[in-house]
């Protein structure tokens, strides 16, 4: 079993940018597929970013596309979510998530997909 814990959070303008890590401990991320979601108040938690078990495949949610990008350090077993160009809209909670599929090519978008959560980290942008 994977233990997540998401950092990097934090209040920050429109315009800026902010770095989300996601230390894996009990179990090394090359065996797992990962993702972000976030969680706005009062909505539910949505897709954001998901590299495959590979590391050769990324998907994004189109509100995020060209703006954020996901990727993995298997030394540090640590994954990445480089945020840019934050808009208020992008205010939420972030989770890391981690998928123990068997196929090393396939991204996955659905909260479903994933068995492991992390506790999330809280991202503010102000206009």
């Known amino acids: 079993q994977v233990q997540l814990v998401e950092s990097g959070g934090g209040l920050v303008q429109a315009g800026d940018s902010l770095r989300l890590s996601c230390a894996a401990s009990?179990?090394?991320?090359?065996?797992?597929?990962m993702g972000w979601f976030r969680q706005a108040p009062e909505k539910e938690r949505e897709f954001v970013a998901a590299?495959?078990?590979?590391?050769?495949?990324?998907s994004y949610a189109d509100s995020v596309k060209g703006r954020f990008s996901i990727s993995e350090d298997n030394a540090k077993n640590t994954v990445f979510l480089q945020m840019n160009s934050l808009k208020p809209e992008d205010t939420a909670v972030y989770y890391c998530?981690?998928?123990?599929?068997?196929?090393?090519?396939?991204?996955?978008?659905?909260?479903?997909?994933?068995?492991?959560w992390g506790q999330g980290t809280q991202v503010t942008v102000s206009s």
């Open positions: 998530a981690a998928s123990s599929t068997t196929y090393r090519y396939t991204v996955y978008r659905g909260r479903d997909d994933y068995d492991y």
């Open positions: 009990g179990r090394t991320l090359s065996g797992y597929a």
């Open positions: 590299i495959t078990r590979s590391g050769y495949s990324t």
